[in-house]
C-alpha cells in the first residue's frame, strides 16, 4: 500500500499541470483481488509496477487501484469508482464470476470502458476488452510435456488447485494431451494450490502407491509441497515434477538445469499488466484496443528460462 | 446417579476413532504402515499442539480465533530474523536457536495483548481474536509483499531435521507433540490452574468468591496458548521452510472442533486434554483416509469431515443432557 500511495501523489502533482494542459484528465479504476496466494501476489506486484510506469509515461492518466479480499469487498469497491471517481475506464479481475457481473455492468451503463482480466463475467458482451491466460492450453501444453518426458508411458499422479471451473479445464486439457500416450494416472486430489495441503496429499500418495514415474502438480506452490515430502520420504521413482505458473524459484531451478524440475508451464501473473497497458493505450491513443487477448501458456525449459525469470517479483 | 451411560462421554469420541482405524486398515494394507502413522502424526502435531492451549482457554469460558494468522506470522517473523541474522551468525545451532527464541517470544507478547485485552479490559473474546486474527493475517501478507517467505535454503537444510529427524524413528514433532499433551493433561487433572479454569468456566462469579484470581487466570490461559503456537510454528517452519498468506489457514477452526470433539464444553466449565488428542486424530485421519482410498469424489471430503465432527459429538450427547 505504501508504493500505492507514493504511486497516488505522485499522480496528484502530474495530474494538475496535466489538467492545465489539454482540460482533462482519464481515470483508470484497476480492481483487483488482495494477495492471498503466490500467483495473486505476483499479480498485484505487477499491478503496482504497471500503474506507476503508465503514470510516469501518461501525465493525463489517472489511476485507482484497490485490492479486495472477498467478492463482496470488491462490489464495493468498483461502485465506489463509479460514483465517488467518474472512471472512464474500470480493468477488473473479478473475484468470481456472478457477484461481479451486474456492478460492472453498471460501471458500463456509465459509460466506462469496460476490460476484464482472466475471469470471464456471467454476461457475455460487457467487456470491452478480455485479457485472459489460456487454461485449457495450459493443461494441454503440460499433458505434451509429460507425454513426450515419458516416451515409454508412465505412472502419474495429479494434484488438482481448488474446485474451479479454472482447474476442471485445466485437467481436461492435460487429459486430452496424453490420450493414448500410455500415461496412466494414478490418482487425483485437490491440494488447493496450497503447500501445505499438497504436502499432505503427496505424503499419502507415495503411501499409497509404491511406483510413481512422475507427478503433475499443475502449480508451483503445489510442486513445492510434493517435493518437500518426495524429499523426506527419501523415494527415488519419481523421475520428475511438473508445476506450473511460473514462480520465480521454480524457473531458476530449471534455469540450473535441476532434474526433479526439467520444464514449467506459464500463467503469467503480469497478464493484469497487459490488460492495464491496453486499457490505457486505448483511452490515450486512436488505435483500437477492443477484443479478446489470450495470452498463451508457455513451455519453460533450461534453453528459455531465463526470459521468464523475474527475481524482484514476489511470484 | 452414575448410570453406565455417563461413560459414553468417555467411550463417544474413542469409539468413533477406532471406527476410522479399522474403517482405513480395512480400505488399504499400507494404512497402518509405519510410514503412514508417523506421516499423520507428524501432520497432526501443529494443530494438536495448539489445541491442547486452546483446551484451557475453552475450558476457562474463552475462545481464541487468532492461534491460525498467528501462527503464520510468527512464522514469517522467523523467517524473516533468521535470514537477516544469516551474515552475521551463519550456518549453525546458534541461529536456530535464534529464531526458536524469536518464535517463542513472539507467541509469548501476542498471547499476552489477547489476553490483557480480553481479561483486564473485559472486551468479549470472539471480538478480540477476530480483531487480532485479521491483524496477524495482514501483517503475514504485508511482511511477504503478497508472496511467500523463504528460509535461505542452506539454513533450511540444516533445520530441516526439527520437523523430519527425531529419536528412535519417533519424529520431533510427535515426540514434542507427546510431551505437550502429557504436561497438559496434568495440569488440566491435577493441579489449581486446572480446577481454576474448569471454575470459571462454569460460574466466574462464583469462582471470584471463592478468592480464585479470575483475571490472572484467564490471562494465564490466553498466554500459554500463544506460547504453544511458537512452540507449534518452530516445528511447523522448517517442514517446508516458507511462510505466506496462506499459511495457517483454518487451524483455529480446526483446533476448535478437535476441543469440542474431544469432549470438552464449548460454553466451558469442563475440558479434557487426551480427549483433544483423540479429536486431532480423528480430524486428521479422516483426510488421510480419504487421500488412501478412491471411496468418494474428493469434492466431498468436506462433507465427509463434517458428518464425522458432528457424529463424534453426538456419541457423547447422553452426559451432556444430564449437567
Known sequence: ?315 | MKSPKIQMSVVGPVLALVVLLVLGASLNPSFLAWDNVTNVLARSAFIGIIAVGMTFVITAGGLDLSVGSMAAFIAGLMILVMNSALPSLGVGIPIVLLGMAVALAAGLVAGCLNGILISRLGIEAFIVTLGSMGIYRSLVTWLADGGTLSLDFGLRTFYQPVYYGGLFGVSWPIIVFALVVIVGEIAMRSTAFGRHCAAIGSNDQVAKYSSVKVARVRLTTYVVLGLLVGVATILYVPRLGSASPATGLLWELEAIAAVIIGGTMLRGGFGRVWGTVIGVLILSLIGNILNLTDLVSPYLNGAIQGAIIVLAVILQRDTRQGQ
Do not use: C
Open chain 1, 1 to 315: 500500500m505504501k508504493h500505492f500511495a507514493a504511486a497516488l501523489a505522485v499522480s496528484a502533482a502530474l495530474a494538475v499541470p496535466a489538467f492545465a494542459q489539454d482540460g482533462e484528465t482519464k481515470v483508470i479504476g484497476v480492481s483487483i483481488p488482495a494477495a492471498t496466494h503466490g500467483w495473486a501476489g505476483g499479480m498485484n506486484y505487477f499491478a503496482q509496477a504497471t500503474v506507476e510506469r503508465l503514470e510516469k509515461v501518461y501525465p493525463n492518466l489517472d489511476f485507482v487501484l484497490t485490492t479486495a479480499s472477498d467478492p463482496a469487498k470488491q462490489v464495493n469497491d468498483i461502485e465506489d469508482m463509479v460514483a465517488a471517481r467518474h472512471v472512464n475506464a474500470l480493468v477488473v479481475l473479478p473475484f468470481e464470476s456472478e457477484p461481479l457481473t451486474g456492478p460492472v455492468q453498471n460501471a458500463k451503463a456509465s459509460g466506462a470502458w469496460i476490460t476484464v482480466v482472466d475471469r470471464g463475467l456471467s454476461v457475455e458482451g460487457i467487456e470491452d476488452l478480455y485479457v485472459a491466460g489460456d487454461n485449457p492450453g495450459f493443461g494441454r501444453e503440460s499433458g505434451e510435456y509429460v507425454a513426450s518426458a515419458l516416451p515409454e508411458g508412465g505412472k502419474i499422479v495429479v494434484l488438482r488447485g481448488i474446485p474451479t471451473t479454472i482447474d476442471n479445464e485445466r485437467v481436461e486439457g492435460f487429459q486430452k494431451a496424453i490420450e493414448g500416450k500410455n500415461i496412466e494416472i494414478l490418482g487425483m486430489e485437490h491440494g488447493n494450490w496450497n503447500r501445505d495441503d499438497s504436502f499432505a496429499v503427496m505424503q499419502d500418495f507415495l503411501s499409497k502407491y509404491p511406483q510413481i514415474d512422475a507427478v503433475w502438480a499443475s502449480d508451483d506452490d503445489m510442486a513445492v509441497g510434493v517435493l518437500a515430502a518426495i524429499e523426506a520420504a527419501g523415494r527415488k521413482d519419481i523421475r520428475f515434477v511438473l508445476g506450473g505458473a511460473g514462480m520465480k524459484e521454480m524457473v531458476k531451478r530449471v534455469m540450473d538445469k535441476d532434474t526433479m524440475i526439467p520444464a514449467d508451464v506459464t500463467y503469467p501473473p503480469a497478464m493484469i499488466a497487459t490488460a492495464i497497458e491496453l486499457t490505457a493505450v486505448g483511452l490515450v491513443s486512436s488505435a483500437p484496443v477492443s477484443g479478446k487477448f489470450i495470452i498463451g501458456s508457455v513451455l519453460i525449459t533450461p534453453e528459455n528460462a531465463e526470459g521468464y525469470y523475474f527475481p524482484d517479483s514476489p511470484f
